[in-house]
């Protein structure tokens, strides 16, 4: 399947999102909303996306945005899945029964972005003391001991 | 002239009387005996009297913990061992004891058939503890 | 409390006693100097360096060090690389558990003062010398084998400089100012 009949595929699937689905670089870009995304995510996993590349958060302020990329062995195609996340219920379904990659991945951003996972088996903190308090992704993290970049640097 | 006997090369020098062989009696070399017990024990008493006084020694409980890489120590290294190590042991002593007996015997009796029946004798006594071992299981790992 | 002291003490009080107390220093430095082995404590990337600095083509083996793994058997740690936070904790028992006498050499931009990561994060020390007595100090991002060479080299000057009788301690003038402007 080229990148293109995964578009119509798409576009038929989601025809409200059809005009959000972009191909950058040759890899499509499906934007969903928060409460469409457990939904597209099986699709896919049923279309043949057999591979969980990483899953990531990105924080723009005002809202998160949740970032997957799934790529399929044997039809060779590659897309991201793209939702955002509003700040105020930070809490996603977690894909771990689709993919077992999504473990750790989750952790990680539940550790340093605050975002929780339902259904998550084992969802604590991976990469930082357990003691931390606070997520330092977020852009509003304050903490005492970050030096900030003075402007002639 | 004292006569010199040559033996795997070293020239022995000895007190003989016409008629007589060479006795090894010399100084020199009960000297080297001596110097080869006490010579190297002099050495590393040597070595370990310059670290005792020398070493700065500051010893503390933080520096005499396990390393395990840097973590504290997780769990206790003694916990209950396999009984049958010991066993296995116990055996082994006895029976090397036995073949130190029978290599000190074997050259006495090499030829003679009423020696060898003696240390058939004593080896079927051995056996005969082997055989009790072997039947009470003690040769097995599973107790 | 340690015995070396009270032997030091009695030399120096015992006439003649310097002559002494000078050899044994001059010999003790010579041996240890020579011989300093090594505690590569390597996180990142200098630890790279720290390991082509030991391999055939830079060869610190020729200059008596090696590296060990365990703290017991090393005289200088090495600390190559960023330490985390997280990693902190690890590194100061390591230090602690290394016997007298011991040295450490800060090896490259992050352990010397948090190097990039001095700015804008939650999760780096910046610079080792926070909870370690550094000696040397080398910079760099990666610093290239060489210059760990010369740091050992120059930590062998700091040996021949130390003395098992207080009172004859001397400092070694350094050729920079530290990280923070004083001068040691």
């Known amino acids: ?153 | 002239m004292v006569p010199q006997v040559r033996e795997g090369g070293a020239v022995l020098r000895g007190l003989t009387a016409p008629g007589k062989g060479v006795r090894v009696t010399s100084a020199d070399s009960v000297w080297f005996v001596v110097g080869l017990a006490v010579g190297p024990v002099a050495f590393l008493l040597l070595l370990l009297g310059i670290n005792a006084v020398l070493a700065p020694s500051r010893p503390s409980a933080l520096k005499s913990s396990p390393y395990e890489c840097g973590i504290p120590q997780a769990g206790s290294p003694w916990c209950p061992v396999n009984i049958r190590f010991s066993t296995v042991a116990l055996l082994f002593v006895i029976f090397d004891a036995e073949a130190v007996l029978l290599f000190a015997v074997a050259s006495r009796v090499r030829g003679s058939v009423v020696g060898a029946a003696e240390v058939a004798v004593f080896t079927g006594f051995l056996a005969l503890g082997l055989f009790y071992a072997w039947k009470k299981g003690a040769l097995k790992w599973q107790a | ?184």
């Open chain 1, 1 to 153: 399947m080229t990148i293109d009949e995964l578009r119509e595929h798409l576009c038929a699937a989601y025809p409200d999102l059809c005009p959000l689905f972009s191909v950058e670089f040759s890899d499509g870009v499906l934007l969903v909303d928060q409460a469409r995304l457990r939904e597209a995510l099986e699709d896919l996993k049923e279309m043949g996306f057999d591979r969980l590349g990483m899953v990531t958060a990105v924080d723009f302020g005002d809202e998160f945005e949740l970032v997957y990329r799934l790529t399929s062995r044997s039809m060779r195609v590659g897309v991201f899945v793209k939702a955002s996340v509003p700040r105020s219920t930070a809490c996603v379904r977690s894909a771990v029964d689709l993919w077992p990659a999504a473990d750790w991945q989750e952790r990680e951003i539940f550790d340093l972005f605050g975002i929780a996972f339902e259904a998550h088996p084992d969802l604590r903190r991976i990469l930082l003391t357990d003691d931390w308090v606070g997520h330092p992704l977020r852009k509003d993290y304050i903490d005492g001991s970050i030096i900030r970049r003075p402007d002639y640097l």
């Open chain 3, 1 to 184: 409390m340690a015995g070396v002291d009270e032997f030091a003490r009695a030399l120096e009080d015992t006439p003649g006693g310097g002559v002494v107390l000078t050899s044994i220093d001059a010999i003790s430095n010579w041996a240890r100097g020579h011989s300093l082995w090594i505690m590569p404590m390597g996180t990142a990337c200098c630890a790279m360096e720290l390991i082509a600095a030991s391999f055939s083509r830079f060869d610190f083996d020729r200059h008596g060090s090696i590296p060990r793994p365990d703290p017991r058997h090393t005289d200088v740690m090495v600390v190559a690389g960023t330490i985390t936070k997280k990693m902190a904790p690890s590194v100061k028992l390591l230090w602690e558990q290394m016997p007298e006498p011991k040295w450490c050499v800060a090896m490259g931009n992050c352990a010397v003062s948090g190097g990039i990561f001095h700015h804008d994060t939650y999760s780096v020390i910046r610079g080792v010398d926070e909870f370690l007595p550094v000696d040397v100090y080398i910079a760099g991002c990666p610093p290239r084998p060489e210059s760990l060479q010369d740091a050992l080299l120059r930590l062998r000057e700091k040996v021949r400089s130390e003395s098992i009788s207080p009172s004859r301690r001397r400092t070694v003038e350094g050729l920079l100012p530290l990280p923070g402007g004083e001068k040691r």
